[in-house]
């Protein structure tokens, strides 16, 4: 069965400090994995993207790393801001078939929030 | 640019109320179009998704359907909503297989509450 589990549930972090987001999935065929953001009472906006060859990307403060042989990636987030609060939703996209196009497995997100 | 839009933005029902939420998307023609729920603590939940106007998917059987009666605009609907309808309803389109390496653009969602 395709999940994707993500750790922890919740974190609470003060300005400045960084952080790391953990996702573990067993998904199958592979084609790529997002870390999307979501804001409280929005829709969740893509931060990167990395394929099966991908080992990291950043993207500004936010870097992911993707291992492909233990299935596991995170997301660190570095100088964290009040900004950064928000919801951390791990997506892995399986192929499916081309007239459906690509079929995405969610994560339940980590809730992130930075105080002051 | 493309946008995408959802209306309304928060709905209170009772149970046992029709409902009707809409989606339409600009800038981008025959997008393949997705709604999904998500409830609290949960990951996303896929309930339909579209590849051209009239074709519609189920992925989970409910009290839920779906309609796309243009090539933009994307509806999903009840005609008697339970509480377990409850939640956040987000719309979402891609372009074909391939096209951005798979990657949903999301509108900016619905909150659902039902009485």
């Known amino acids: 069965k395709n999940q994707v589990e993500q750790s922890p549930q919740s974190l609470i972090i003060l300005e400045g400090k960084n952080c790391t987001l953990q996702?573990?999935?067993?998904?199958?065929?592979?084609?790529?994995l997002r870390w999307y953001k979501q804001d409280t009472g929005r829709g969740p906006v893509s931060l990167t993207i990395m394929t099966f060859s991908e080992n990291t990307k950043s993207n500004g403060r936010y870097t992911a790393t993707l291992d492909a042989d233990t299935k596991q990636s995170s997301l660190h987030i570095t100088a964290s801001q009040l900004s950064d609060s928000a919801s951390y939703i791990c997506v892995v996209t399986t192929t499916r078939d081309m007239e459906y196009g690509n079929k995405l497995v969610f994560g339940a997100g980590t809730i992130l929030r930075v105080k002051s | 640019s493309q946008t995408i839009h959802q209306w309304p933005a928060t709905l209170v029902q009772p149970v046992g109320s029709p409902l009707s939420l809409e989606c339409t998307v600009e800038g981008t023609s025959n997008p393949n179009l997705y709604w999904y729920r998500q409830a609290a603590g949960r990951g996303l939940q896929l309930l339909f998704y579209?590849?051209?106007?009239?074709?519609i998917s189920s992925e989970v059987p409910q009290n839920l359907s779906a309609s796309r009666p243009q090539d933009r605009q994307f509806i999903l609907s009840s005609k008697k909503l339970l509480l377990s309808d409850s939640g956040f309803y987000l719309c979402a389109w891609t372009t074909l297989a391939g096209g951005s390496q798979g990657e949903q653009f999301f509108g900016p969602g619905t909150r659902l509450t039902v009485l």
């Open positions: 579209s590849v051209g106007i009239g074709q």
């Open positions: 996702c573990n999935y067993t998904v199958s065929p592979f084609s790529n």
